[in-house]
């Protein structure tokens, strides 16, 4: 065998092997969250079923966590587990806001222009300093019908300060807070229960006394959720999205 074609055979491998080696971690609250007895229980993160939308040659690990805010995810050390592993070539979603509003909870509120925007700058300074590529996204609406029919923002300055980190230091940005508003006003105020978690007495084994939660969401709702982010990935020509199923 030539060196030649043995060189163009190991710059192949080299190209397989770093195609394969393509996490993408995703760092969040409950609404990108993967959730336990996913077989039985009917709540779906969006990065849960992310993966599906993706070959082999990605692997999506969700970190994100039920109840975590930008600060908590940072004090409870998960930011630096992300950060041990990863590597150049990898990519980094980041969706917080959710939690960070909880300004009962001093372990988790952040103010939006001050913690909450210097977190996220921390985020992706150290994605880029690791040679990863970070993507922000604004946080998904929750279903807040008003008796008009209009769909009531429940997010306040937080989805405003991420678009100004985006624009400030060139990240990409995945605007979920104006899709799933789309989403929600295109479904209406009663067929957007799909999306959510809506079950009367009886009707759902996973919660026997019945449930009305409009933050969470149905595995269809987590679906077309991250469908969306995927259609907007391909609007800004990620490279990620050459690896997406054909």
């Known amino acids: 065998m030539s060196k030649s074609v043995?060189?163009?055979?190991?710059?192949?491998?080299?190209?397989?092997?770093?195609?394969?080696?393509?996490?993408?971690?995703?760092?969040?609250?409950s609404t990108m969250a993967d959730k336990k007895e996913p077989e039985k229980n009917p709540e779906h993160?969006?990065?849960?079923?992310?993966?599906?939308?993706f070959t082999d040659e990605v692997k999506v690990d969700n970190r994100a966590v039920n109840g975590r805010s930008s600060k908590s995810f940072i004090s409870e050390n998960r930011w630096d587990s992300v950060l041990t592993t990863l590597k150049s070539g990898d990519y980094v979603f980041i969706q917080f806001g959710h939690n960070d509003q909880k300004f009962k909870d001093s372990s988790r509120f952040t103010n939006p222009h001050t913690t909450y925007r210097h977190n996220l700058m921390r985020f992706v300074k150290e994605t880029r300093a690791k040679g990863a590529t970070p993507i922000l996204f604004t946080s998904i609406v929750r279903r807040n019908f008003n008796e008009f029919?209009?769909?009531?923002?429940?997010?306040?300055e937080y989805p405003v300060v991420t678009r100004m980190v985006s624009n400030e230091m060139s990240v990409p940005l995945i605007d979920l807070q104006y899709l799933t508003e789309v989403l929600e006003t295109t479904y209406g105020p009663e067929n957007s229960k799909k999306l959510h978690l809506h079950f009367k007495p009886g009707e759902e084994p996973y919660y026997p006394e019945g449930i009305a939660d409009n933050t969470h969401l149905s595995e269809k709702g987590a679906l077309l959720v991250a469908g969306l982010a995927v259609e907007e990935m391909q609007s800004l020509q990620l490279p990620l999205t050459n690896f997406l199923q054909k």
């Open 6 to 29: 043995l060189a163009g055979i190991m710059f192949m491998v080299g190209l397989m092997v770093n195609a394969q080696e393509v996490t993408v971690y995703c760092i969040g609250d």
């Open 45 to 53: 993160g969006w990065a849960q079923v992310l993966q599906t939308f």
């Open 149 to 156: 029919g209009s769909l009531i923002d429940t997010h306040g």
